[in-house]
Each structure stands twice: as C-alpha cells, then as structure tokens.
C-alpha cells in the first residue's frame, strides 16, 4: 500500500479530530483513481483530477450516533472530493472485548498498517500475549447462519407472486439479501464484524478484496445510480406513510442482479473459507510433524 501524502494525511486527520475525541488513526489501504473533469461553458478545457480513497481504522474514547457518515461525508467536504474514505470506528475500550477474528483483524491492522496519528497520552492496545489465530469454526457457524438467513427470504421474495404484492415491501427484503451477503464476504476475507450497516459501507468494504459489488451494482449511469438508490432503502422505509420518490419499474432487474450476486458472493464465499481451512489443516500438521 502507497502511504499517504503528507498534506492528505493533514486533512484527514483534522477532519476526524476536529468531530470526535480520537485515540488512534491507522490507514490499511488507499487507492487511486483519475478523473477528468470539463467545464461547462468550454467543454474541451479538460482538468484532469484525481481522487484518493482511504481505508482507515480509527478508534475513539466516545461513541457518537452516525458519526461513520457523518465524517464520511466532512472528509469529502473539506476535501472538495480529493479525499473520501471508508471508516472502521470503534472505541478504544472494545478492545478489551474482542474475541476470535476481531482480534486477528485488529492485530493485523495495528501491527501492519500506517499508523497516521496516536494520543500519546491513550493509546489503544490489545491484551493479548502472542499472536491471534483466525476463529473459522465461528466463522463458518457466521456464514451458516446468514446464508440461512438468505435462503429463507429469497423464498418468500421469489415465490410472493400475488398481484397486490408491494415492491416497496418486497425491495426490503432484497435489501436484506445483499446486507447478509455482504457481511458473509467481510468476515471471511477480513476477519471482521461491521458495527455499521449502509449499502454503501459494506459495498466499499467488499470493494477493499473484490469486484463483486461493482460488478453487479456498478454506479456510474443515471440508471445505476437510480438502481442503486432504490436497492441501499433502509427497511425502516416502511414505517413511513408518504410517497416514494424512487422508481419501482427497476424492480424486476434489480431482483434479478441480487440474485446474480447472492449466488455469486455465495461462491466466492466458500471458496475463500475452503482455502483458509485448507491453510490452517497445513500449518497443524507441520506442528504435530515438529
């Protein structure tokens, strides 16, 4: 991973400072993507412009309701979009309580990653002795449960054929489909639990290890982005009696793509989980043969 620019580093850091009271900030990923932005009024005068995307793990001393988004959302601002990021907040105190992949993942990070700030004064510190060990009995049990969970609203979404179905009802359980498929990916490639649960969370956490969501949800297109705007609805949507401003005739695709994509993160899924077992079979049998 390239490390991060200094004056980059500097913004950021101000930014998450400035909102919450920060313990440690820790960059494990970046990437970059070039853009060209044209003026209106002349549109051959071409500004070639680049964007940064980080990944950062930031552990705090308190916690505050939205503030994944709500930082999110002050990184792009400040930054006129130069910068946006991908946040994992957590306080320093859950640190005491993390078990199994929880701790391999922050271990990971903590070990491994650009340490871009640290209070002197409070730093985060795991109390473990030796090196944490991925838990992939408890993983399994994971994805079991969430792909069970897949399985029984799939059937209800798929076999609801009444004409008086609500799509808006309907789309909430699709929703729930691609949720429970991302968090499957997570855990076995990451080794992580998210605390935080917008679409757009999880698809760029997913997007740190592989195209799927971008392959199935791409959103560059007007109707990308319509499509992507009616499948991240929250289900709590439905406490809502008023008009719905997205378009339900995108409903029959999106139905199709997410069960595309259930399929496929379902493979990609075990795959991952056959080599890691795979790994862990090979490293016992090298012990006993010590």
Known sequence: ?????????KEMEAVIKEHIKTSAIYCFGKFETAYSSNHTIYPNKGIQKKNTHLYLLVFVEENIEN???DMCDKIRTKTDGRITATLLIHQVKSLKKMC?????FFWCIMQNAELVYQNAG????LSITGIPKRNLKATSLYVANRKNNIS???GWVYNDDEVNSSD??????????????????IRVFMGYAPNHFSLDHLFNLCEYFTTITTDFFPRKTEEDLSM??????????LRFNKANDVDYLYYPLLEERCCKFKNQADVLTQKE????????SEEDRTKINI
């Not at 991973?1 to 980059?8: D, G, N, T």
């Not at 199994?100 to 391999?104: E, F, K, P, V």
Request: aromatic content about 8%; hydrophobic content about 35%; charged content about 20%.
């Open 1 to 9: 991973m390239k490390a991060i620019e200094f004056s980059q580093q």
């Open 67 to 69: 503030v994944t988004n």
């Open 100 to 104: 199994g992949d929880q701790q391999y």
């Open 122 to 125: 409070k730093p985060p510190y």
């Open 152 to 154: 029984t609203i799939w």
């Open 168 to 185: 808006e009802v309907k789309m909430s359980g699709l929703h729930q489909i691609v949720e429970q498929a991302c968090l499957s990916l």
């Open 228 to 237: 992507f705007k009616l499948l991240k609805q929250q289900p709590s949507a």
């Open 273 to 280: 989980l056959d080599r890691l077992k795979q790994i862990e």
